[in-house]
């Protein structure tokens, strides 16, 4: 399986962004989708996960209500929905998946910027 990102760039403080994560490959059904950010110099930072039917998602403190994971299984894809952007919200973000009630990661996505300006 190949996640393959899209989306990401520069924005505004206050702006939104949207980013995708789409499989090819393989499918999606069934795994847990999660979204992790890094900055350079800091460790990796979970930002979120969302369940394999879709039904329910978790998120960071430092993101709640604020970013919103979805899925769609006819695209295969997931989504990372950035709304209220941050200066700190600025990082290298990663999709990742995970079969249910494992706690590795089997495959991860290439990454992509999010750029977010005061």
């Known amino acids: 399986v190949q996640l393959v990102q899209t989306g990401g760039g520069l924005v505004q403080a206050g702006g939104s962004l949207r980013l995708s994560c789409a499989a090819s490959?393989?499918?999606?059904?069934?795994?847990?989708m999660a979204w992790f950010r890094r900055v350079p110099g800091k460790e990796r930072e979970f930002v979120g996960d969302?369940?394999?039917?879709?039904?329910?998602?978790y998120y960071a403190e430092s993101v709640k209500g604020r970013f919103t994971i979805s899925r769609d299984a006819a695209k295969n894809t997931v989504y990372l929905q950035m709304n209220s952007l941050k200066p700190e919200d600025t990082a290298l973000y990663y999709c990742?998946?995970?079969?249910?009630?494992?706690?590795?990661?089997?495959?991860w996505g290439q990454g992509t910027q999010v750029t977010v300006s005061s």
């Open positions: 490959g393989g499918t999606l059904s069934g795994y847990v």
């Open positions: 969302i369940n394999g039917s879709g039904s329910s998602a």
């Open positions: 990742a998946m995970r079969r249910l009630g494992l706690r590795s990661y089997d495959y």
